[in-house]
């Protein structure tokens, strides 16, 4: 796999973007704020506190994605609960989505990453414990667990997300958010839940210290932001596996974005901001979601891809999810596309099925 000095175009701005829906529903909400004058200075305010800055951000002039055609985001949904938090304990990044906006042609390109894919994480500069020095590999999500522990900084866990993401897509990710659990239930919850038609039955435990099973019934329904957090988080009975996963974390993300950008994020604007704010980092500043309301048509046309590969244990018993190659470099290659400011197609279905009965496709080996 290419380092991040080998085969990259000129860095566009800082590393990083967002949780599982974050970049998307945070348009909504500076939307919702416009419309309403006085409300704006509140959620400048909230936004304020939740920026934060990873230690290799370049200096960025205000006017800087003005001239660009094209901006990345990365969302990254973690299960660090503020209870985790006090304890001490450290997340991990169980939702990765590649999020690239083109403005110019109003498209917006999707690549959802499974949480347990095997690639290389790079920890060099990093001060990590458990003998975890130079090139590595593992679970992605261990890159934003691991990362944490680097006491140097503490938003090394996104940085180090960040990096092993853009060294897998071959892209510099312009902005990052990381939004926990607990704001995704808090916000799907403000905005009066989302309806989702629910292929089939299942149960998940709670994230929280309760883990408390919830039970997600087949059907139309209209979910919780609990019962939408299990619905996307369940691993086990979707007959789909981690592909299906991925494509109901693409479901949810839509069907909050339908949800808040109607009545419900007017009439519950408060709640929103709240569970927004006291749970979420982001390197985006206030001024950039006024700058992004221009570009929000571009939520009307997306794309969407997923990597996809074969689960098995390595010769350590721990499971791991390994990427079938001929299907990363191609998703890789569109989403240089889209980021280079051009429009791209969707795989039709019959593309999907080649790479997912290529056995060859399957390279990764654990070690």
């Known amino acids: 796999m290419n380092s991040r000095t080998q085969a990259r175009r000129r860095r566009k701005g800082p590393s990083a973007f967002y949780k599982l829906f974050s970049a998307l529903v945070l348009i909504a909400v ?3 704020s416009s419309m309403y004058g006085t409300a704006f200075y509140k959620a400048h305010n909230m936004l304020s506190g939740t920026q934060v800055t990873l ?7 205000p006017t800087r994605f003005d001239k660009e055609d094209t901006e990345s985001f990365l969302v990254l949904g973690t299960d660090l ?5 006090a304890r001490g304990e450290y997340g991990r990044s169980d939702v990765m989505i590649v999020v ?9 390109t999707m690549l959802s990453i499974p949480r347990d894919s095997y ?3 790079d920890y060099t500069g990093f001060n990590i414990p458990y003998g975890k020095t130079g090139l590595d590999q593992d679970k992605i999500t261990h890159a934003y667990y691991f990362g944490s522990m680097d006491e140097s900084n503490p938003n090394n866990g996104m940085r180090m997300a960040t990096n092993t993401i853009e060294d897998l897509v071959g892209i510099d990710i312009d902005h990052v958010v990381s939004l926990n659990f607990q704001g995704f239930v808090d916000f799907i919850d403000a905005v009066g839940g989302v309806e989702i038609d629910v292929p089939f039955s299942s149960e998940q435990k709670s994230y929280d210290a309760s883990r408390e099973v919830v039970q997600v019934e087949a059907g139309l329904q209209q979910l919780s932001g609990e019962e939408a957090l299990a619905y996307v988080r369940n691993r086990y009975d979707d007959p789909r596996g981690d592909i299906g996963r ?11 974005l339908d949800q808040a950008l109607g009545t419900s994020l007017i009439n519950n604007y408060d709640k929103v901001l709240k569970a927004v704010g006291d749970n979420m980092q982001t390197t985006l500043g206030p001024n950039d979601y006024m700058r992004l309301i221009e570009d929000v048509g571009a939520l009307n046309n997306t794309v969407q891809y997923q990597l996809t590969g074969e689960g098995a244990r390595g010769v350590d018993g721990h499971f791991y999810y390994f990427l079938n190659e001929p299907l990363l470099e191609e998703v890789r290659y569109r989403v240089q596309q889209a980021d280079a400011g051009n429009e791209v197609e969707p795989m039709t279905d019959t593309e999907l099925e080649t790479y997912m009965y290529d056995p ?5 080996e654990a070690q």
């Open 119 to 121: 690639v290389n994480i």
């Open 100 to 108: 690239i906006l083109n403005k110019k042609n109003k498209q917006t």
């Open 360 to 364: 060859a496709g399957i390279t990764y």
């Open 81 to 85: 609960s503020p209870q985790k938090k």
């Open 30 to 32: 500076i939307v919702g």
């Open 246 to 256: 991925g494509q109901r974390q693409m479901e949810v993300i839509n069907a909050v």
């Open 55 to 61: 230690e290799d951000d370049p200096t960025i002039e």
